[in-house]
């Protein structure tokens, strides 16, 4: 996800991914679990920018990515407590 952020400065694009990444984790019921250690991946990548380069916009970016993992995680939890 690092290496997408740095490759991808487009935030539309990094929204974009993580909208498929949502249907298909709701349409192949990936464990949400892994889904909220993508955003604590994210949030890991946060901290290491804070270190690397703080005056980096791609905070913005992973913090972001981070909140919509966390919703498409709840989102998916939501569905497995309900089978």
Do not use: W
Request: net charge positive; hydrophobic share 60%; charged share 10%.
């Amino acid at each position: 996800m690092l290496a997408t952020g740095l490759l991808l400065q487009s935030m539309a694009i990094g929204e974009l991914l993580i909208g498929l990444y949502a249907v298909v984790a709701l349409m192949k019921h990936i464990a949400s679990r892994t889904t909220f250690a993508l955003a604590l991946v994210s949030l890991g990548c946060i901290v290491l920018l804070l270190f690397a380069r703080p005056d980096s916009t791609l905070k913005t970016n992973f913090a972001t990515y981070a909140f919509l993992l966390l919703v498409v995680g709840a989102i998916s939890l939501t569905v497995e407590t309900r089978y």
